[in-house]
T-cell receptor, first 115, second 112 residues
Framework: EPEVTQTPSHQVTQMGQEVILRCVPI?????FYWYRQILGQKVEFLVS????????KSEIFDDQFSVERPDGSNFTLKIRSTKLEDSAMYFC?????????????FGSGTRLTVV | DQQVKQNSPSLSVQEGRISILNCDYT??????FLWYKKYPAEGPTFLIS?????DKNEDGRFTVFLNKSAKHLSLHIVPSQPGDSAVYFC???????????FGTGTRLKVLA
């Protein structure tokens, strides 16, 4: 079964440092997403990406965040200067349509700990 | 902004019985709803969906019911199995956006 792969599974970083979270979406999917879940809270939408550009972003996704699809397979989330409150599980997801019929396929997540 | 609410943080059910997980929403523009299951240390896994033009969708042991007038949906699992123990999230989308709004989740424990 095709899957979305995320690396690393756990990242610890110092406050103020830049981090890049990596994702390999399912190969024939066209829509890509980042969500996050702060411990004990709900899964929150960050950004969606289609046709090499951001299609939608939430208020969480401020200037500190950026996404990129540097080649045909990877999809990355960069946080420029991490804050303590960025500590969360970050989930990448992809879908072939807009996720309205079969939902997304999520990766296993990257646990980001900012110290 | 609690557009999607799952008011029961946890639920325990005996193996073989029915599990009913509930979800309420406030935005009448939502027209597509999904249920996801999540095990610890894994990403959410898609379970079942329903569009607002239907009131029921069934897939094996899983059935989702949608009551648009009450802005309420529920997931029924029959019969419940110990492997169903996980956190269940409902998520809602309106056709004008790409994002899904997730509920806070209900932790289901199926007792053997």
């Amino acid at each position: 079964e095709p899957e979305v792969t995320q690396t690393p599974s756990h990242q610890v970083t110092q406050m103020g440092q830049e981090v890049i979270l990596r994702c390999v979406p399912i190969s024939n999917h066209l829509y890509f997403y980042w969500y996050r879940q702060i411990l004990g809270q709900k899964v929150e939408f960050l950004v969606s990406f289609y046709n090499n550009e951001i299609s939608e972003k939430s208020e969480i996704f401020d200037d500190q965040f950026s996404v990129e699809r540097p080649d045909g397979s990877n999809f990355t989330l960069k946080i420029r200067s991490t804050k303590l409150e960025d500590s969360a599980m970050y989930f990448c997801a992809s879908s072939d349509l807009r996720g309205t019929y079969y939902g997304y396929t999520f990766g296993s997540g990257t646990r980001l700990t900012v110290v | 902004d609690q557009q999607v609410k799952q008011n029961s943080p946890s639920l325990s059910v005996q193996e073989g019985r029915i599990s009913i997980l509930n979800c309420d929403y406030t935005n009448s523009m939502f027209d597509y709803f999904l249920w996801y299951k999540k095990y610890p240390a894994e990403g959410p896994t898609f379970l079942i969906s329903i569009s607002s033009i239907k009131d029921k969708n069934e897939d094996g042991r899983f059935t989702v019911f949608l009551n648009k007038s009450a802005k309420h949906l529920s997931l029924h699992i029959v019969p419940s199995q110990p492997g169903d123990s996980a956190v269940y999230f409902c998520a809602a989308n309106d056709a004008g956006t790409y994002k899904y709004i997730f509920g806070t989740g209900t932790r289901l424990k199926v007792l053997a």
